[in-house]
């Protein structure tokens, strides 16, 4: 399953929320993030801190593998498996009932309305009654989440449980030193052979559990990531009515865009795919080491590139003049309706945008356009890190309280197959869904009003493209992401779990503020220099030096 929150600048993404995901998996969220939003105190880690994942082994949960059900279309390079039905008999993977009774509040994105809240909601009855345990959902807007999150950090002011993307703690300045003031250190009650008790947390990879780990202690369970998170996707069903084609160059992409605008029928070619033309030119995700140095993805004429390409959609109109404006327009509600025809997003969104929109629109089809560079060359795409998110317990709760949740989240992470994935995906068959002729899940119209992503973001899972309820969905979807997949960019810090410096956090969002500028018209092609040299004294050229130190340390420099 994944997500379906768009990943901004640095982050993954993000969202492979199946129906959920990732990038969005992606967008470059947020206001500015300063410092000063950072809790009081000591913070002895904002220089940054660096770890080789194999330093970590003894901070983590033993691995204990659990597949309910093999694949009909396996992954390869690294891609997720796919299931083209759902199988007839499910797997019991939760002994009894995890919960004692308790009642906790949860934080976490979503990106859709909201539904009614507990006390209104029967599919929330039905799951916590699985659960033996109440879990009140707190959701926030998954688009302006760092937002809430930079807010929540700085207060002191985290609820029982919270989910974070990934991304967004690489937006939080001095995260490292938070976590330890805020969140219950798992390592005690996960590490090595203390998982034991919540198997389906062990069978969660290893290195993705290093991705918790703050300040040299565990603290977040982790979502395992797919090798990419977000690209762009057409409306399928719109390009065989007009017989467009795909593009395989940038050139080809901008006069797609040309022959598909057509303002006076209120219909515009592009939303804002600023993170994915950054991938088109083949810029880097962060960092490029070549020539014996560390060069920022900012400092690349491929960069320069993708921006001047960006800006000159922007300048020809082909992008909707509601995102043109930033007027905080929702691509994904242009996109279903047809005002905008190709956008970027995490993966998750072509299932939400199935579950929301089939039922009242049977032709809607949405697919992703196969991989290309600018120049009709090799690919190359910004690979994840091997978790996308990460959910925490508040500190203080005691040891009761927390062995509680973690048997909840250990529910919550089994994976396609079982009993429990099908209670808290979809809740009471013949309530919240009935199967279809092909054994399917399918929303009632009360699963429409009431059911939600909460249970899937409170814990991870091993991804699986699993939902043949949709059509051509899994199919399409696997065949592209095994071709993609290969051309994952090379990634200098593979395997180094990185803490960044608080400098360059802070210096990061005010830079992307102003390169949003230049794409959107507000500043001059020509002011991208001055903005990447002020991003250089702002903390840029510290960070490289950080950066650099960690190759050294790690003998890759």
């Avoid at 449980?161 to 798992?186: G, H, K, R, V, Y």
């Avoid at 006076?264 to 080491?289: C, H, K, L, S, T």
């Avoid at 404006?325 to 929702?330: D, E, R, V, Y």
């Amino acid at each position: 399953m994944r997500h379906s929150h768009p990943s901004p600048g640095h982050g993954p993404s993000r969202r492979r929320f199946l129906g959920l995901t990732g990038a969005a998996a992606a967008l470059v969220a947020g206001s500015g993030l300063l410092s000063a939003c950072a809790p009081k105190g000591p913070r002895p880690g904002s220089s940054g801190s660096a770890a080789n994942l194999d330093k970590l082994d003894a901070l983590v949960p033993d691995y204990i593998p659990f597949q309910a059900v093999e694949p009909d279309i396996p992954g390869t390079h690294g891609a997720p498996p796919g299931f083209t039905s759902y199988p007839t008999e499910l797997v019991q993977a939760v002994d009894g009932t995890p919960g004692k009774g308790g009642s906790y509040k949860a934080m976490a994105p979503l990106w859709g309305p909201i539904p009614p809240g507990l006390g209104e909601n029967s599919f929330y009855d039905f799951v916590n009654s699985k659960l033996g345990t109440t879990i009140d959902f707190q959701f926030q807007d998954g688009n302006t989440i760092i937002d809430k999150m930079n807010a929540v950090i700085a207060a002191g002011d985290v609820v029982d449980i919270t989910m974070i993307p990934d991304w967004a703690i690489n937006l939080i300045p001095d995260f490292n030193e938070a976590a330890p003031q805020l969140f219950e250190d798992l390592t005690p009650y996960l590490a090595g052979s203390a998982v034991e008790p919540y198997p389906m947390l062990a069978s969660l990879p290893t290195n993705a559990w290093k991705w918790g780990v703050f300040s040299d202690r565990l603290y977040g369970v982790p979502w395992p990531t797919d090798p990419l998170s977000e690209w762009i996707f057409y409306r399928k069903d719109l390009f065989d009515k007009h017989g467009w084609g795909l593009p395989t160059t940038a050139e080809e992409l901008f006069e797609l865009g040309e022959e598909i605008n057509d303002p006076r029928n209120n219909r515009w070619a592009f939303g804002d795919f600023y993170r994915v033309a950054r991938q088109i030119f083949r810029a880097p995700r962060e960092w490029r080491y070549e020539d014996g140095k560390l060069v920022h993805r900012y400092e690349t004429p491929e960069f320069e590139e993708a921006v001047a390409f960006m800006r000159r959609v922007y300048d020809a109109g082909l992008v909707h003049p509601d995102i043109a404006a930033g007027t905080g327009a929702n691509s994904k509600e242009l996109f279903n309706s047809g005002k905008i025809v190709i956008t970027q997003d995490g993966f998750g969104a072509w299932t939400e945008a199935y579950q929301a929109i089939l039922p009242q629109n049977p032709d809607f089809r949405m697919d992703l356009v196969p991989v290309f560079a600018h120049d009709g060359g090799t690919p190359s795409l910004h690979g994840n890190d091997p978790s996308s998110q990460s959910v925490f317990i508040k500190k203080g709760l005691g040891e009761e309280k927390v062995t509680e949740i973690l048997a909840v989240l250990n529910y919550c992470a089994a994976p396609f197959g079982t009993v429990e994935y099908m209670v808290y995906r979809y809740g009471e068959e013949g309530r919240h869904y009935e199967l279809n002729d092909d054994g399917a899940p399918e929303l009632t119209e009360l699963g429409q009003k009431e059911v939600s992503n909460g249970y899937l973001f409170i814990s991870g899972r091993n991804n699986a493209i699993a939902e043949s309820e949709y059509p051509d969905y899994v199919e399409s979807f696997t065949a592209w992401f095994n071709e993609a997949a290969q051309y994952t960019e090379e990634n200098p810090f593979e395997g180094i779990r990185i803490q960044r410096p608080s400098a360059y956090v802070s210096a990061e969002q005010p830079t992307e503020d102003k390169i949003t500028d230049i794409l959107r018209g507000r500043r001059e092609v020509s002011e991208l220099s001055e903005v990447v040299a002020q991003w250089r004294r702002d903390g840029g050229d510290a960070a490289r030096d950080f950066y650099g130190d960690v190759l050294a340390e790690h003998g890759r420099a």
